[in-house]
Every structure is written in structure tokens, then in C-alpha cells.
């Protein structure tokens, strides 16, 4: 069955240093692929997704590219900043909206 | 727009006990799940339902039960509470199209001792 596979965490970094969040995936057919995020003490909400293959998506500073070819959707910062630190999700859809989520990464920013 | 709404946040069960955690959407969404978040283990899917009337199992459906009575509401019932269903419980809901967004709730969190 399809699945998804991320960088374990947690990771740590230091203000305004380069982020990399990897995700693979496994799928048949050609799913949309998404990054969520999840802030302390509160639900997820959707920071980007691509419909299909090199598609960039980009919110708030991140981008991810669908790589068919490596079937990847890396997650990627320029410059993180502490109000970044938060539960990052890699996750595909299924048909009809069914979503399949990595195991989640931890990212904490320090000052 | 409050968007999806679960209640309780915190709940403490005994083992045995039996409880309803509550999902409401007001965004007319066709699609709506329910999840449970283990450390290390990201979310996994419980139940879902594509419309009003319809459900079925997602990828650990035992010891859930749901219905899907209207658009707007969709119950996860405990049938009877077990400590390895201690979690954190997201609600989503979306169109139900694979390439649109999902919006979930706060969650609750669910102690079973």
C-alpha cells in the first residue's frame, strides 16, 4: 500500500540556519503530497502541497518539489526562525480526500 | 467560521468505560476522519466517511465505532476503553477531493488507566 517515510527528529537548529526535512514516498497512480504542520498544543494545519509531478509548493518561507523520479517531497528553509519550532508532517492523499501520513519531525529552533 | 470543533480537549477514562468524543464541521464538507496520534508514529487513520450515512474502516478501526448521521457531525465512540487507546484524537474534514486541504481540530487527549 502507499506510504510515506520522513527524517526522524528531533532536530535542532539555530536561528537562521538552512532546513531540510526529508520525505520519500510510496504510491500507486499519482498522488498530491502535502506538508503539515503542528504547533505546540494545537491541531494541524496545511503549510503547502503539489498536485503533481515538479510542482513546486511554498508558504511562509518553505518550498517542497514533487520529485517523481526520486519520489521525494523534501521540505526546504532559507533561514528558520524560532516561531518555526513545530511538528512537521509529510503526507499523500489517497482517492476521496483519505490522507497517509509520516511519523512526524520535531523541529525546536534555538535563539 | 469555527471551522471543525472536537470536545472534550482532556479526557481520563477507566478501562472498560465507554465514552463519545464529538466532531462538528461547518464548512458543508462531504469528507470527514477521524485520527490518532502516537509518539513516533505520526497520525494514523481510525474511521472515515465519504457523505452522510457512509463509513468505513481506516488503518486501526478496532475498538471505534462511528455514524455519520448529517453533514456536520461525525462521533467516534469508544466501545469499551483499553489503556493502549491512551492518544491524542484529530478530527479533519475537507471537499474530499485528493488534492485539496484537510482542516483538523485541536484534538483531544484521551488517558485511559
Known amino acids: 500500500g502507499n506510504s510515506v517515510t520522513q527524517m526522524e527528529g528531533p532536530v535542532t537548529l539555530s536561528e537562521e540556519a538552512f532546513l531540510t526535512i526529508n520525505c520519500t514516498y510510496t504510491a500507486t497512480g499519482y498522488p498530491s503530497l502535502f506538508w503539515y504542520v503542528q504547533y505546540p498544543g494545537e491541531g494541524l494545519q496545511l503549510l503547502l502541497k503539489?498536485?503533481?509531478?515538479?510542482d513546486k509548493g511554498s508558504n511562509k518561507g518553505f518550498e517542497a518539489t514533487y520529485r517523481k523520479e526520486t519520489t521525494s517531497f523534501h521540505l526546504e528553509k532559507g533561514s528558520v526562525q524560532v516561531s518555526d519550532s513545530a511538528v512537521y508532517f509529510c503526507?499523500?492523499?489517497?482517492?476521496?480526500?483519505?490522507?497517509?501520513f509520516g511519523q512526524g519531525t520535531e523541529l525546536s529552533v534555538k535563539p | 467560521n469555527a471551522g471543525v470543533t472536537q470536545t472534550p480537549k482532556f479526557q481520563v477514562l477507566k478501562t472498560g468505560q465507554s465514552m463519545t468524543l464529538q466532531c462538528a464541521q461547518d464548512m458543508n464538507h462531504e469528507y470527514m476522519s477521524w485520527y490518532r496520534q502516537d509518539p513516533g508514529m505520526g497520525l494514523r487513520l481510525i474511521h472515515y466517511?465519504?457523505?452522510?450515512?457512509?463509513?468505513d474502516q481506516g488503518e486501526v478501526p478496532n475498538g471505534y465505532n462511528v455514524s455519520r448521521s448529517t453533514t456536520e457531525d461525525f462521533p467516534l465512540r469508544l466501545l469499551s476503553a483499553a489503556p493502549s487507546q491512551t492518544s491524542v484524537y484529530f478530527c479533519?474534514?475537507?471537499?474530499?477531493?485528493?488534492?485539496?486541504?484537510?482542516?483538523f481540530g485541536q484534538g483531544t487527549r484521551l488517558t485511559v488507566v
Open positions: 503539489a498536485t503533481k509531478a515538479d
Open positions: 503526507a499523500l492523499s489517497e482517492n476521496g480526500g483519505k490522507l497517509i
Open positions: 466517511s465519504v457523505g452522510a450515512g457512509i463509513t
Open positions: 479533519a474534514s475537507s471537499v474530499g477531493r485528493g488534492d485539496t486541504e484537510a482542516f
